[in-house]
């Protein structure tokens, strides 16, 4: 007689293989000539091992368009379906976005799932989102993104899946009826809205105290979140992986004029981020977009890091940040060794991993950040000890002495304080 808590502890066993189990990928492209295909196999390969999948075999067809029908030829999508036989393999990943007639088609001709660039992303970001606004977020780019692939798909939404391009809102979610799922679109966007306020409502008391903010963008494995950890002590998770982190976090720093800003971790930018991707984020994006300065971060030892500064700086203008002071950042600059990337516009040099190059940063963003402090000589009677305490604390004191008179200071200031302080300034107009 097999005992119900040795059951419990084998089914147990059993989700944990399940679960460390990687899946077997055969990665499929279309080489039309619009791009550096070699890069980008090799970046649907990173999101396919950060996804939990290995890659075992790549095929490429050179074309000069897709086929409306499976995207690739005939022939090729055959030579596929073969592979994926001979290799084993768990799914096919294609580099693009499949229309919904190109998916049914393809699943029907492989003998194993089919998934695409956009499902890809989604599946990974569905694993790392934490908060309950990033879950959001994830659900309704899902629930959008599979809205038009629901004819045809009754057999898959009828139960659980499991694997890359399966996880996510889950069957209740998913169902036929395109009503509920249209219902539950806009039940998230509602919530969405109402974090929005929220949000509006932090920036908007944010700046009525003069608080700035620093918004830290970029590619994805970038650096973001050891630089926002190395000069915050934030705690936010930080691994040489794409989409190591995606719920916003915003801390404070003190800049070297004396100035406090709120710097703020972003969603990493991928090439060929979907549309409806870049919408479903647009709450936290935004974060960027008010931001007084923003830091884009680069990983300088990438080969492409030219074209990944490029790829943000697009998709910020895309989110309306053209005005915005933009600092062109190349972190992780201990791995370079070959000859050093041209500057593109106000450049700095930093390995956030070994605090290399940072002062020279944070004066770079004291410098950016819109001129509302004046350096003033300062006489407190003694008696006004609280309020020569405070310049202290939220101005950059270059020199201080204690005289007869009281406590004479040199110090970097801001408007509420200059305020404060007009009837002490030394000497007297």
Known sequence: MIRPERTMYMSQLHTIVEEERRERAILAALDAGDYDMDSAIDELKELADTAGADTVAVLIQRREAPTKAT??????????????????????????ELSPTQ???????MPCRVVDRTMLILDIFASRARSAEGRLQVELAQLQSRLPRLTGQGAVLSRLGGGIGTRGPGETKLESDRRHIRRRIAAIKEQLEDVKRHRDGLRARRRKEGMKTVA??????????????????????????????????????????????????????????????????????????????????????????????????????????????????????????????????????????????????????????????????LLFPFSEGALAERCRKEGAVEYEEYVPEGLRMTVTIGEPLLGLTARFVYPAS
Do not use: M
């Not at 995207?71 to 580099?95: H, N």
């Not at 998916?103 to 001709?109: I, P, S, W």
């Open 216 to 377: 830290l963008v970029g590619y994805t494995n970038a650096g973001k979140s050891t630089l926002l950890n190395r000069l915050t002590d934030a705690g936010v998770l930080a691994e040489d992986r794409l989409f190591a982190t995606l719920d916003t976090t915003a801390r404070g720093l003190k800049l070297p004029d004396g100035r406090t800003v709120l710097f703020i971790d972003t969603v990493g930018f991928v090439r060929r981020l979907p549309h409806h991707l870049v919408n479903a984020f647009r709450s936290t994006l935004e974060e960027a977009v008010e931001a007084d300065v923003i830091l884009n971060l680069c990983d300088a030892g990438n080969p492409e890091a030219e074209e990944h500064l490029d790829v943000s700086r697009k998709l910020l203008a895309e989110l309306g940040c053209g005005e915005r002071p933009i600092l062109s950042v190349l972190n992780k600059w201990d791995t370079v060794e070959d000859t050093p990337h041209p500057p593109v516009g106000q450049t700095f040099y930093i390995s956030a991993l070994k605090s290399w190059g940072l002062d020279e940063l944070l004066c770079g963003i004291a410098e950016a950040l819109p001129p509302d402090r004046k350096r003033v000589e």
């Open 71 to 96: 995207y690739l030829g005939p022939g090729r999508t055959e030579e596929l379906a073969e592979l994926c036989r001979v290799q084993e393999a768990d799914l096919v990943i294609f580099d693009c």
């Open 103 to 109: 998916q049914r088609n393809l699943e029907d001709a």
